[in-house]
């Protein structure tokens, strides 16, 4: 898994009427395990993840704390004599992205080519340990 070619997972069906912290707490809920497993022991910061709508890169935590954040676009006015709202299901997802700011990414970059340093240190041919046999043990 590369992070550079980024994580897509599906959330399923979610309700229309939840907020952004809701939204938010499922994305992590999804992703934070991926991210756990592929930076092994990296201390991210999650509370300054943030999660947008990819379309328009708006991030839904400035929607209002109490109000659903996709809703108003799932309700449509009916045609006929009686106009009324009702529910649409939309014909593509809402799709969202969770965002590492800047300074978690370096940090995760750094993190890595440690990592990628530490092991290669361990099996490079120039390493002291790589010339380390059974006789000198």
């Known amino acids: 898994m590369d992070i550079n070619q980024g994580i897509r997972e599906g ?3 979610v309700p229309a009427s ?4 809701e939204i938010r707490t499922q994305v992590l809920s999804v992703l934070r395990p991926k991210l756990e497993k592929l930076h092994h022991g990296f201390p991210y910061d999650w509370d300054k993840l943030v999660v947008r709508e990819l379309k328009g890169w708006f991030n839904i935590s400035n929607y209002p704390a109490n109000a659903p954040v996709f809703l108003d676009r799932c309700m449509h006015e009916s ?3 009686e ?3 009702t529910f649409k299901k939309p014909t593509n997802p809402f799709e969202l992205v969770l965002v590492i700011d800047h300074e978690q990414w370096d940090q995760v970059q750094a993190y890595l080519d ?3 340093h530490t092991v290669s240190g361990f ?3 120039d390493s002291p340990l790589a010339s380390l046999n059974a006789d000198t043990l």
Do not use: F, I, P, V
């Open 11 to 13: 959330l399923g069906e």
């Open 18 to 21: 939840l907020t952004a912290s």
């Open 79 to 81: 045609k006929g004599k």
């Open 83 to 85: 106009r009324r709202r």
């Open 114 to 116: 440690a990592q990628e």
């Open 123 to 125: 099996y490079h041919d």
